[in-house]
């Protein structure tokens, strides 16, 4: 079940307002173009800031994602319609034999179980091509970024496009390693609703990660920094096996 800021009729038009210019994606174009991956799966694809900019690329572009609200919005990004939007997730995908599949934000950190990830990966992993590659990124727990999360207490109003002004609020709700939680309420002012979205979010180490891969049947290739938040990312570069 996605969060409701992605799923919620009301708050998936607020999130691009609030999330800014995404400075975490210009990194991924630049991996796309250096594995030369003509085909790209965005896997949990949101509202498609990614796969719109990989399409004006001239990138064949699949987009998959849970929450049927953040979709409708990829797709008015995406009048001609050069992406594939699909509505599931990693579970449900077809055989596209992609050459790469990518996920960004915190997509790889909501799959809260060993199972959950486990199956995820074995759904991306079936459609990829043999040598096809994965990239994502997690976290570093070490980091401890929910203490910095939990000093960000101030509300923060943005005006978004057609709907008005618009606050949230930002909540950590509670750290039991490896699981935090929180929770954002917005504010819509223009007639006073308040929505909540509540999310957990799991912190792997590297080898926790990278364990995970190889017992899916990825070679991991290379370990990263995130260029736009240095020290506090991990981002993973892994080989799909034969099958």
Same mark, same amino acid.
């Given at each position: 079940?996605?969060?409701?800021?992605?799923?919620?009729?009301?708050?998936?038009?607020?999130?691009?307002?609030?999330?800014?210019?995404?400075?975490?994606?210009?990194?991924?174009?630049?991996?796309?173009?250096?594995?030369?991956?003509?085909?790209?799966?965005?896997?949990?694809?949101?509202?498609?800031?990614?796969?719109?900019?990989?399409?004006?690329?001239?990138?064949?572009?699949?987009?998959?994602?849970?929450?049927?609200?953040?979709?409708?919005?990829?797709?008015?990004?995406?009048?001609?319609?050069?992406?594939?939007?699909?509505?599931?997730?990693?579970?449900?995908?077809?055989?596209?034999?992609? !050459?790469? =599949? #990518?996920? +960004?934000?915190?997509?790889?950190?909501? %799959?809260?179980?060993? &199972?959950?990830?486990?199956?995820? @990966?074995?759904?991306?992993?079936?459609?990829?091509?043999?040598?096809?590659?994965?990239?994502?990124?997690?976290?570093?727990?070490?980091?401890?970024?929910?203490?910095?999360?939990?000093?960000?207490?101030?509300?923060?109003?943005?005006?978004?496009?057609?709907?008005?002004?618009?606050?949230?609020?930002?909540?950590?709700?509670?750290?039991?390693?490896?699981?935090?939680?929180?929770?954002?309420?917005?504010?819509?002012?223009? !007639?006073? =609703? #308040?929505? +909540?979205?509540?999310?957990?979010?799991? %912190?792997?180490?590297? &080898?926790?990660?990278?364990?995970? @891969?190889?017992?899916?049947?990825?070679?991991?290739?290379?370990?990263?920094?995130?260029?736009?938040?240095?020290?506090?990312?991990?981002?993973?570069?892994?080989?799909?096996?034969?099958?």
């Amino acid at each position: 079940m996605p969060d409701a800021i992605f799923a919620h009729p009301r708050l998936a038009p607020v999130y691009d307002t609030f999330e800014g210019h995404r400075d975490d994606l210009p990194a991924y174009v630049d991996i796309v173009d250096e594995l030369g991956a003509r085909h790209v799966l965005d896997v949990g694809c949101g509202t498609g800031s990614l796969a719109v900019r990989l399409a004006d690329r001239g990138r064949t572009v699949t987009g998959v994602d849970p929450a049927e609200a953040s979709l409708r919005i990829a797709r008015a990004k995406d009048p001609a319609g050069r992406v594939t939007w699909l509505h599931g997730d990693a579970t449900t995908l077809p055989a596209l034999a992609a !050459d790469l =599949a #990518v996920m +960004t934000g915190n997509v790889a950190q909501v %799959f809260l179980t060993d &199972d959950d990830w486990a199956r995820t @990966l074995r759904g991306i992993r079936a459609a990829l091509r043999p040598g096809g590659h994965f990239v994502f990124e997690t976290r570093r727990p070490e980091h401890r970024t929910w203490e910095d999360w939990a000093e960000d207490t101030d509300p923060v109003t943005v005006t978004v496009p057609g709907i008005g002004t618009v606050e949230r609020r930002f909540e950590v709700t509670d750290v039991r390693l490896p699981f935090v939680s929180f929770r954002c309420a917005y504010r819509f002012l223009t !007639d006073g =609703a #308040v929505v +909540t979205s509540a999310s957990t979010l799991r %912190f792997r180490d590297r &080898d926790e990660v990278t364990a995970s @891969l190889t017992e899916g049947g990825y070679r991991v290739l290379d370990v990263r920094d995130a260029p736009d938040r240095p020290g506090r990312e991990f981002v993973f570069v892994a080989e799909c096996g034969g099958r």
